[in-house]
Nanobody, 121 residues
Framework: QVQLVESGGDLVQAGGSLRLSCVAS????????MGWYRQAPGKQRDLVAA???????NYADSVKGRFTISRDGAKNTVYLQMNSLRPEDTAVYYC???????????????WGQGTQVTVSS
């Protein structure tokens, strides 16, 4: 079992920044990557960014150049630094544990509870 706990969501004005954190615990050894997803009301949950244990990253086109995913292995923590936020970034952001192979991220069925990010115009 893998447990994931997100934090850092907030209400922010357009153009602002936030940093999300996700702490992982449990049996993560079989999973080589972590990812951030987001889900806006009435929309599907989409991958935002992923990072492998070796540091390889993958981003959705909509966030490239604005968001940065990173990890601290010693703390079992993954971060999502979000800059130049836009109202369309408003969503619940979820942390996921999975596998990253090449440019493809494969989520395992391990999800956090989500953290709300709201960007006002």
């Amino acid at each position: 079992q893998v447990q994931l706990v997100e934090s850092g969501g907030d209400l922010v004005q357009a153009g602002g920044s936030l940093r999300l954190s996700c702490v992982a615990s449990g049996s993560t050894f079989s999973l080589n990557a972590m990812g951030w997803y987001r889900q806006a009301p009435g929309k599907q949950r989409d991958l935002v960014a992923a990072i492998s244990r070796g540091g390889s990253t993958n981003y959705a086109d909509s966030v490239k150049g604005r968001f940065t995913i990173s990890r601290d292995g010693a703390k079992n923590t993954v971060y999502l630094q979000m800059n130049s936020l836009r109202p369309e970034d408003t969503a619940v952001y979820y942390c996921n544990a999975g596998r990253l192979t090449g440019n493809s991220y494969y989520p395992a069925n391990y999800w956090g509870q989500g953290t709300q990010v709201t960007v006002s115009s």
